[in-house]
T-cell receptor, first 109, second 118 residues
Framework: KNEVEQSPQNLTAQEGEFITINCSYSVGISALHWLQQHPGGGIVSLFMLSSGKKKHGRLIATINIQEKHSSLHITASHPRDSAVYICAVGGGGSEKLVFGKGTKLTVNP | GAVVSQHPSWVICKSGTSVKIECRSLDFQATTMFWYRQFPKQSLMLMAT?????????EQGVEKDKFLINHASLTLSTLTVTSAHPEDSSFYICSARDWQLHYNSPLHFGNGTRLTVT
């Protein structure tokens, strides 16, 4: 069993829909990262959080440390949101990140 | 925002040759850089942690003599794939952290290098 599990693996939505991507982890962490990987491969860090909730534009990330679970929400989705979203956990005494396999999101116009 | 430049973005080389990939932090200093490999439809896998002025720390199963890492300055780390073979074909990407921030600060990623070995 992977230390970081994401669901769903693939997600197709219509423009304007509310999107939720989930991440569960089994290791001790001090921070969880949400990353966005574009089709060309480049990666952008969206959020780093260790508790509660963060919001940036149409993106919202939440984390429940007790349940070892995080969600990434996208409101009013747009085709430009189409990308692979990756959850990664780190800390617990180590700088290294452990990555989920990613969720491929396709938003159709 | 912080930018990490990775070069080249893609490279095709013949089996047996060596390829060098550069990772530069453009507007911050990075005592630590990370090198990852990603096979198609797989997650990122950490290969090694590059430390400025000292030897890199390699993950289990990664051959340090095959994947040479040099972190000679606070803004540059290089990964050299030596005697490349077709099975080394993959997407290689680096990340860096601003040394002035806590170790759990956000990572900044390069745009990656797609290596194809023929």
């Amino acid at each position: 069993k992977n230390e970081v599990e994401q669901s769903p693996q693939n997600l197709t939505a219509q423009e304007g829909e509310f999107i939720t991507i989930n991440c569960s982890y089994s290791v001790g962490i001090s921070a969880l990262h949400w990353l966005q990987q574009h089709p060309g491969g480049g990666i952008v860090s969206l959020f780093m959080l260790s508790s509660g909730k963060k919001k940036h534009g149409r993106l919202i990330a939440t984390i429940n440390i007790q349940e070892k679970h995080s969600s990434l929400h996208i409101t009013a989705s747009h085709p430009r949101d189409s990308a692979v979203y990756i959850c990664a956990v780190g800390g617990g005494g180590s700088e290294k990140l452990v990555f989920g396999k990613g969720t491929k999101l396709t938003v159709n116009p | 925002g912080a930018v990490v430049s990775q070069h080249p973005s893609w490279v095709i080389c013949k089996s047996g040759t060596s390829v060098k990939i550069e990772c530069r932090s453009l507007d911050f200093q990075a005592t630590t850089m990370f090198w990852y490999r990603q096979f198609p439809k797989q997650s990122l896998m950490l290969m090694a942690t590059s430390n400025e002025g000292s030897k890199a720390t390699y993950e289990q199963g990664v051959e340090k003599d095959k994947f040479l890492i040099n972190h000679a300055s606070l803004t540059l780390s290089t990964l050299t794939v030596t005697s490349a073979h077709p099975e080394d074909s993959s997407f290689y990407i680096c990340s860096a952290r601003d040394w002035q921030l806590h170790y759990n600060s956000p990572l900044h990623f390069g745009n990656g290098t797609r290596l194809t070995v023929t």
